[in-house]
Nanobody
Framework: QVQLVESGGGLVQAGGSLRLSCEAS????????MSWYRQAPGKQRELVAV??????IHYADSVKGRFIISRDGAKNMYLQMNSLKPEDTAVYYC?????????WGQGTQVTVSS
């Protein structure tokens, strides 16, 4: 199995930056892709960005040009968030797909004040 732990959330003013981290442990060699999702109060969880094992990257339109997803080997994934907006406020979750299975971290809160 794979376990995920997110960190780096917090409170920031609009226009500021935050860097989220996701550390994977367990059977990390089998991870095919890793993603960041977010869920705002009263809304469905949505995909923010995904990075595949081959290096392909996809961003949600709402974060293109502001967020950067990256991986450091098989263990760590990051989300650099710049030019943050109040509408980016949400709980951010790390997700990993491996061997046909999906696993989630516990989430980290990001709050952007106007």
């Amino acid at each position: 199995q794979v376990q995920l732990v997110e960190s780096g959330g917090g409170l920031v003013q609009a226009g500021g930056s935050l860097r989220l981290s996701c550390e994977a442990s367990g059977r990390i060699i089998g991870i095919n892709s890793m993603s960041w999702y977010r869920q705002a109060p009263g809304k469905q969880r949505e995909l923010v960005a995904v990075i595949h094992s081959g290096g392909n990257i996809h961003y949600a339109d709402s974060v293109k040009g502001r967020f950067i997803i990256s991986r450091d080997g098989a263990k760590n994934m990051y989300l650099q968030m710049n030019s943050l907006k109040p509408e980016d406020t949400a709980v951010y979750y790390c997700n990993a797909l491996y061997n046909g299975l999906s696993t989630w971290g516990q989430g980290t809160q990001v709050t952007v004040s106007s």
